[in-house]
């Protein structure tokens, strides 16, 4: 059977697909050669670094970037800073959001119309960094790690995916475990979250990378250094490591400076390359089904 569509085969669509998978072969290696190279240069010695602009593999492996970023003890503050804004935003963003998404999707809800309309209004007009700033504040969230998740605790984009993802699951479903006697509450917990667990996982992902680079809520809304994520942190090593201090008095750095900055690259995006392959079976499906339905 193989061996006769093989022969069907003609050679315009080998020849589309040999052009094919070269072009995605092309694609792939402009992707991951730069990553390469940034995992390359942090483990180069400084001599090799500074003789050469692109490594691929480094002749001599030198720890001495990431010696120098992780020899200060606030590192690891701020990483189990990050760890802990990672964890507990994506709890609290996926109850919110499937709650809500879960909602929206049930068409017998009074208003989901005009609720639909809101969340999708605010995909494309916000109030702004100072009405955002100004509302955190009066709510006594500044220099609270609260401040860095509430704000966002639901994403729009993230709660259309799940809306449609609930949505496209059969009513019959509901009617019967309501036949049954099950509650609203438990028909979400028992029968829909199970079923909704690629878009889960999906969901999940995005929020996570999101508060795992908390950068710029963090530089608004955190005061005390001591509370700072670990994005800030890196950029302040960079800073250091650039031969300058925040106050621009100059500092010696073993190092060089383009070690540490990808020495930085590597430690704030490994963690999230790591978790990735745990839902990666999850990714595709969720995504798809979640945005083909409206």
């Not at 259309?160 to 019959?172: E, G, H, K, V, Y």
């Not at 994520?229 to 300058?244: D, E, K």
């Not at 020495?263 to 704030?268: D, K, M, N, P, S």
Request: proline letters at 4%; a positive charge; one cysteine or more.
């Amino acid at each position: 059977m193989n061996g006769t569509i093989r022969k069907n085969v003609s050679k315009g669509e080998r020849l589309f697909s040999f052009i094919n998978g070269t072009i995605l072969v092309i694609i792939a290696l402009i992707c991951f050669l730069p990553f390469v190279n940034v995992i390359a240069s942090s483990f180069a010695s400084t001599q090799e670094v500074v003789a050469k602009k692109f490594i691929l593999f480094p002749t001599t492996f030198s720890f001495d970037a990431y010696k120098y970023i992780l020899s200060t003890p606030t590192i690891f503050k701020g990483l189990a800073v990050s760890i802990g804004i990672t964890g507990v935003g994506t709890f609290v963003s996926m109850v919110l959001t499937s709650l809500m998404a879960y909602g929206l999707s049930r068409r017998y809800l009074w208003g989901r119309n005009y609720i639909n309309f809101i969340v999708v209004f605010s995909m494309l007009f916000s109030g702004g960094m100072i009405p955002t700033f100004l509302v955190v504040k009066a709510f006594g969230l500044i220099d609270s790690y609260w401040s860095l998740i509430l704000p966002v605790a639901i994403n729009a984009f993230n709660l259309i995916i799940m809306r449609n993802f609930f949505q496209a699951l059969p009513d019959s479903l509901e009617e019967s475990a309501k036949m049954d006697g099950c509650s609203h509450f438990g028909i979400f917990l028992k029968i829909m979250l199970p079923l909704a667990l690629p878009s889960i996982a999906t969901i999940s992902l995005f929020y996570a990378v999101t508060y795992w680079n908390t950068y710029m809520t963090a530089i608004l809304y955190i005061n005390d250094s001591t509370k700072w994520p670990l994005q800030i942190l890196l950029r302040q090593i960079v800073i250091v490591s650039s031969g300058m201090q925040a106050d621009g008095s100059s500092v010696d750095v073993v190092p060089p400076a383009q070690s540490i900055k990808m020495a930085v690259i590597v430690i704030a995006t490994v963690p999230m390359l790591i978790a990735y392959p745990f839902v990666q079976r999850y990714f595709v499906k969720g995504a798809l089904i979640g945005s083909v339905k409206g």
